[in-house]
């Protein structure tokens, strides 16, 4: 079936979601007492979601959290075996990714990026979900009376699937690409000290944002790892003792560590930085947030930097 779309939806959803969210978070954060309560119940969610509530904002229980990586979990599973089919294995990419990536990234995509950089990437992102499916299924415990905005969900539903076609959009095999990278053969041994590197980063933001997610639950917990109450307290221990949410200051870095192995891939810099975007806003409502609830807040702890701010 040929196709004629010349327009990256993809980017283009991500680059709007990008700028909403920064021009929304701006609005909350230096004018949020002159607005409208409902735009800020909109906006947040969660232990710093907005006391007041309107009918007219649709919530659902912040457990439903657990769906994104049930869904990704699906998502993902098919990617690995579909790269590890096309590159390893030589199958033909199916004609169906191919219309759906023509249909949502456009025909004139060009892959710059190597074969072995995509499949690195593509496993990197794989085993986070996975992780993150076990951390929300097994570890996290939701507080009962924890919400999330109709409008997060579906958003948080669409990003997966939106990670998964920008790897690919601009993949060889899946894009059009230089002979020079289209035919030759994946090299998992050709990876670069540069990629070598992002790699350990990755796996080091990977561990400790595990750590901190349980030390995060256990909050919760009993030393029989029963739960006993759904409040929030102050966390100690690894990575909280420099940062506020280091669990989600190591999801930035993760992504930070992709973009360095896809830098060629430009639908993957909207990707980026919307997870910039959006994970700093969160960071900074819960460092604000915590320093109101909590005396006892330790002041060396910062909420982006180490020792900085």
Not at 168 to 187: G, M
């Amino acid at each position: 079936m040929k196709t004629d779309f010349t327009m990256n939806l993809i980017s283009i959803l991500f680059c709007l979601l990008t700028s909403t969210m920064i021009i929304y978070s701006s609005l909350i954060n230096l004018f949020e007492p002159k607005l409208p309560h409902i735009l800020s119940q909109i906006f947040r969610f969660g232990k710093f979601g907005a006391k007041a509530k309107s009918k007219l904002v649709m919530e659902v229980p912040k457990s439903w959290f657990k769906h994104f990586y049930i869904c990704a979990f699906i998502e993902f599973t098919y990617l690995i075996w579909l790269v590890t089919m096309v590159y390893l294995f030589h199958m033909k990419v199916p004609s169906y990714v191919r219309f759906l990536l023509d249909c949502l990234c456009g025909t004139e995509r060009i892959a710059f990026v190597p074969k072995h950089k995509v499949f690195i990437a593509t496993c990197l992102m794989t085993i986070q979900v996975y992780r993150r499916l076990y951390d929300t299924q097994k570890i996290s415990v939701f507080g009962n009376n924890s919400k999330l905005n109709l409008t997060h969900y579906v958003i948080g539903l669409i990003h997966y699937p939106g990670v998964i076609l920008a790897i690919l959009s601009e993949a060889p095999l899946f894009a059009n690409s230089p002979s020079t990278i289209a035919e030759a053969p994946i090299n998992l041994l050709s990876t670069t000290l540069s990629d070598k590197i992002a790699v350990l980063i990755f796996w080091l933001a990977w561990k400790h944002q595990f750590i901190c997610t349980k030390i995060l639950a256990n909050l919760r917990k009993d030393k029989n790892g029963n739960t006993v109450n759904s409040e929030y307290k102050l966390p100690q221990g690894d990575w909280f003792d420099y940062l506020t949410a280091p669990h989600q200051t190591t999801e930035i870095v993760m992504y930070c560590c992709i973009t360095w192995i896809l830098w060629s891939n430009i639908t993957w810099f909207f990707i980026f930085t919307w997870v910039l975007a959006n994970q700093i806003e969160t960071i900074l409502l819960s460092h604000w947030w915590y320093q109101e609830k909590f005396e006892d807040f330790p002041k060396t702890r910062k909420a982006l930097i180490p020792f900085l701010y």
